[in-house]
């Protein structure tokens, strides 16, 4: 995974967690379905992960191996439309 992806998901985590973990929700809903995404994050440990990026990408790459990295580049390219329209 490139590391501008990782630096983009931190730095959106520190602008806004709540929105955050909005968009990550939102994310894995769209690419995984509802029942998949709530199930993989009820086995990475729950909301609480999914504030932190560092430890976010450790366990869904654990779990989905590169697959992750669309779901961050998902993550990233959703926040960029949030913080545009926004702003």
Known sequence: MGENIMEALEMYANRNKQLFV???RQGLNEILGDAAAETLIHYIGGNEILQDPNVMVHRLRAV???G???IF???VREMK???NSVG
């Open 22 to 24: 909005s968009i990550v």
């Open 64 to 66: 989905l191996g590169v």
């Open 68 to 70: 992750a990295d669309i």
């Open 73 to 75: 580049r998902h993550i």
């Open 81 to 83: 439309k949030v913080e």
